[in-house]
């Protein structure tokens, strides 16, 4: 089992930052992709970056250039660093965690961008 956690969502104004965590707890060994997913309201889920346990990162391409999504081993965290944020980010921003059993999702966290 594996059990995700994000933080760091807000309201922040066009062009600003920030940065949103997720914390990973469990049979950790067993992810071997993370990454960060977001619905807007009447929109579907859609990626924004991966990661894969060996380093190799997709972004999808409307966030690339602005959004870096890194990890941290050791505090079992997937980061995702949004600059030049633009108002169509807002959304609620998920953390997945593809496992060899399943794949796993955290509870989201909002992020608001104002023009």
């Known amino acids: 089992q594996v059990h995700l956690v994000e933080s760091g969502g807000g309201l922040v104004q066009a062009w600003g930052s920030l940065r949103l965590s997720c914390v990973a707890s469990?049979?950790?060994?067993?992810?071997?992709?993370m990454g960060w997913y977001r619905q807007a309201p009447g929109k579907q889920r859609e990626l924004v970056a991966t990661?894969?346990?060996?380093?190799?990162?997709n972004y999808a391409d409307s966030v690339k250039g602005r959004f870096t999504i890194s990890r941290d081993n050791a505090k079992n965290t997937v980061y995702l660093q949004m600059n030049s944020l633009k108002p169509e980010d807002t959304a609620v921003y998920y953390c997945?965690?593809?496992?060899?059993?399943?794949?796993?999702w955290g509870q989201g966290t909002q992020v608001t961008v104002s023009s």
């Open positions: 997945n965690a593809d496992a060899y059993d399943r794949d796993y």
């Open positions: 469990g049979i950790i060994s067993s992810i071997h992709v």
């Open positions: 990661v894969t346990s060996g380093g190799r990162i």
